[in-house]
């Protein structure tokens, strides 16, 4: 809870754990915490990541590295006050590859390897992701290693268990860390340059559609939800009536509303 948020005022703060919890939804939890700061957020996680993608040394079905995701965030004045950079190091999120399988819909070539090494587009196949921009991407991934796990002390990407069990503990490790934007400058002249930069951005000639800031994708979703509700995907509508039906719950009214919205 947001009251329960340490202030921290001094330069900067950076907190390390290797605790047993799960902790998701990185950037949701950075933004709760940038009305004064920059925040950041990284943690290991055991969706692995094909090694030799990025280093030509390891074999081809090495996968030491976790795709471990990170967050950036900090509020841009009230004009663009949710500014996040939330991903994986992998070229896309192993949830985004479950949620197309799961709706029956082709997973992309290029996002996983079998255990062989060689591309598939079958998620009972998958092995491992390919790290986004190659050996660039691995260096990503390796720094978050580097603070979420060797700096804590916590279990290696290799040797965490895997998330999908419910009954044991991930072991994940994380680093948050917090700068006080007003030790490095003025607070208002900072929002004010973010602004300013953020609507240079906005004006940059793009053959289709218009530039977009990280995280602006998701803030206007999110007000559109908080207005007209949340769309829920088919298939977790499926899920949640199935969930119910093993606690006598009829939950087909899920089904009442239909919306154009995606």
């Known amino acids: 809870r947001e009251d329960k948020i340490t202030r921290i005022t001094q330069l900067s703060g950076q907190i390390t754990s290797h605790v047993p919890f799960e902790l998701r939804l990185s950037g949701f939890n950075v933004l709760r915490s940038i009305r004064f700061y920059f925040i950041y957020f990284m943690r290991t996680d055991i969706v692995k990541i094909n090694t030799s993608s990025a280093c030509t040394h390891f074999h081809r079905n090495s996968n ?3 795709n471990n995701p990170f967050s950036f965030a900090f509020k841009a004045g009230e004009k663009y006050p949710e ?37 598939t587009t079958k998620l009972e196949d998958c092995f491992m992701m390919t790290p986004m921009a190659g050996h660039k991407g691995f260096g990503i ?10 700096l804590s002390g916590g279990v290696l990407s290799p040797d965490i268990n895997n998330q999908d069990l419910t009954d044991t503990p991930e072991l994940s490790s994380q680093c948050f860390a917090c700068f006080n934007i007003s030790a490095f400058r003025d ?33 206007t979703n999110k007000k559109i939800n908080e207005k007209e509700g949340v769309v829920l995907p088919e298939t977790l509508v499926d899920d949640l009536i199935g969930l119910g039906k093993e606690f006598n719950i009829n939950g087909e009214f899920l089904k009442e509303t239909v919306t154009d919205r995606q």
């Open 83 to 119: 500014v996040c950079v939330d991903m994986a190091t992998s070229g896309v999120a192993f949830g985004k590859c479950k949620d197309l399988a799961k709706r029956g819909k082709e997973i992309p070539s290029g996002w996983m390897l079998d255990k062989d090494g060689n591309d």
């Open 64 to 66: 030491i590295m976790g």
């Open 187 to 219: 607070l208002k002249e900072f929002q004010e340059t973010a602004e300013n930069y953020i609507d240079r951005l906005h004006e940059l000639p793009m053959k289709e559609g218009a530039a977009k800031y990280p995280g602006e994708i998701e803030y």
């Open 141 to 150: 991934a390796f720094v978050v290693e580097l603070f979420a796990t060797l």
